[in-house]
């Protein structure tokens, strides 16, 4: 028994688990929110709304997402969107799951 969900494969996004940003990403701040860059994959992306942008820089300072999404002072109606927009962040590589070496 592994303990996650069973229609969650591994590796997947969990917003129960701590997450970070990639250090292979840069944040630029813009009225708008961020243009993220990742210097990996070359890829521009954005981050639409100031609340997004605090949400991402700050998860590596809560122990998971929820904690993150509610220090950021996200409405409850909003958060199934945040959710969505995290785990699309995570399959896009501009954040990625924390692990116990990152801790150390």
Known sequence: MTGREPDRPAGAFDPDRPYRRSPSVALRPE???????HFGT???SFLKTPELVEVVTGLERHP???AAIDAAGVAV?????????LAGLAEAGTIER?????EA
């Open 31 to 37: 009225s708008f929110g961020a243009l993220v860059y």
């Open 77 to 85: 109606a909003q958060r199934p969107s945040y959710l969505r927009a």
């Open 98 to 102: 924390r692990t116990e070496k990152d």
């Open 42 to 44: 070359r890829k521009l």
């Open 64 to 66: 998971d997402v929820h």
